[in-house]
C-alpha cells in the first residue's frame, strides 16, 4: 500500500474547528479513506465533539451520534443492534478520546469488549483531557506537564491495550498519525473481522504538548523512533511488532528518548538537574516495556 493508492474521497471535508496540525483531524481522514466512508461513528464528549462545529453544518459526511463522555462504547453496541434488526451491514466505530477511554468510559468499553460486541473502538490518545483545558489523564506519561499536573505526573499511563487484550478479543492495535498507511492498514484488518475490535491512536496535540502545528508527524515518528510508543497488533492473543516499531526491542537501534522530549514544551521541565529523577524514570519505564516485549515475543509473542 502507499499513499497514492489511497482513495482521493475525503469523507472528513476542510473548514472544521480542529486547531491547526490536529492529530484528530488526521485520523478522521484516514479512517473514512480506510473505510471508504461506509461506516457510522459514536463520539463521546472531547475535541471531536467541538470539531465538528455547530449544528446543522458538519465537516462529516458519514451519520455520527454525540453521546455521553462515558456511554460510547454502550451506544455503539445498541446502534450495531439496531442495524442488524434491519439486515444492515454497516460497520460502528466509536472515536473517543484518552479521557473517554481509559477513564470515563472505561467501564463501558470493558463491558463491550467482555460481551464480543461487533464494534471497533479506536482511542485517539492525546494523553490530556485537552478540549477542557489540558488536565491530566490516564493516559499522561509521567513527568509530563498539565494544567492539573504543573509540576510533572508522578504515576505511569495505563497501557489500555493490554488490558482490552486481556478480555481476549480478536484484534488490538497501537498506532500512529505519523504513520498513516500503518494506521489504515489496521482499520482495514480491524474492519474484516467480527467481534470487539480496538486501535489506539496515538495522537500529538500541538496545543497540550507546546509544539509548534507544523510539527505533529516530527513529533510523532520521534515517539515511535525513541520507543516512547510502541507500533503493534494482538491478533487472537498473539503480538507482533508493525512498522517502524520492528526491531526496536534492541535499544541500540533506538534514538534516545532525550530527542522526543526535547521537542515538546510540556516535559522541558525535565531538563532541570531537580526534576532529572522524572526523567530516569520515564527511561526506566520505556526499557521495561521494551523487556517485556521483548520476552513475550522470545516466547513466540503468545500473550493468551
Not at 15 to 26: E, I, Q, R, V
Not at 48 to 53: E, H, P, R, S
Not at 124 to 135: K, S, W
Request: include cysteine; charge should be positive.
Amino acid at each position: 500500500m502507499s499513499v497514492k493508492s489511497l482513495p482521493k474521497e475525503e469523507y472528513w471535508l476542510p473548514g472544521h474547528a480542529a486547531c491547526s496540525g490536529c492529530p484528530a483531524s488526521l485520523g478522521l481522514r484516514m479512517l473514512g479513506k480506510a473505510l471508504g466512508g461506509r461506516f457510522a461513528l459514536v463520539v463521546p464528549a472531547g475535541c471531536t465533539t467541538v470539531i465538528q462545529g455547530t449544528f446543522p453544518r458538519t465537516p462529516s459526511r458519514v451519520p455520527i451520534l454525540n453521546i455521553a463522555f462515558a456511554a460510547s462504547a454502550a451506544a455503539a453496541s445498541g446502534l450495531k443492534a439496531a442495524f442488524e434488526v434491519r439486515n444492515l451491514d454497516v460497520p460502528v466505530v466509536v472515536w473517543a478520546g484518552d479521557g473517554g477511554t481509559v477513564d470515563i468510559g472505561l467501564q463501558a468499553l470493558s463491558g463491550a469488549a467482555e460481551r464480543g460486541e461487533d464494534i471497533l473502538y479506536i482511542c485517539y490518545d492525546n494523553e490530556a483531557y485537552q478540549n477542557t483545558g489540558i488536565q491530566r489523564s490516564g493516559a499522561t506519561p509521567i513527568g509530563a506537564w498539565t494544567t492539573t499536573t504543573p509540576f510533572g505526573k508522578r504515576e505511569r499511563r495505563k497501557e489500555a491495550p493490554l488490558i482490552v487484550a486481556a478480555h481476549r478479543v480478536p484484534y488490538v492495535a497501537t498506532a500512529s498519525v505519523a504513520y498513516p498507511l500503518d494506521f489504515v492498514e489496521k482499520v482495514k484488518k480491524a474492519a474484516s473481522k467480527r467481534g470487539f475490535k480496538y486501535i489506539h491512536l496515538h495522537a500529538p496535540c500541538p496545543t497540550g504538548w507546546r509544539f509548534p502545528p507544523s510539527k505533529t508527524i516530527e513529533v510523532g515518528k520521534a515517539a515511535v523512533e525513541t520507543g516512547m510508543w510502541v507500533l503493534y497488533e494482538v491478533e487472537n492473543g498473539l503480538l507482533k511488532l508493525t512498522g517502524r516499531s520492528t526491531g526496536l526491542w534492541d535499544p541500540a537501534k533506538r534514538k534516545p528518548l532525550e530527542d522526543y522530549l526535547k521537542l515538546q514544551g510540556r516535559f522541558a521541565h525535565l531538563f532541570k538537574p531537580e526534576n532529572r529523577w522524572m526523567l530516569e524514570e520515564l527511561k526506566k519505564h520505556v526499557d521495561e516495556n521494551w523487556s517485556r516485549i521483548r520476552a513475550t515475543l522470545e516466547r513466540g509473542g503468545r500473550l493468551f
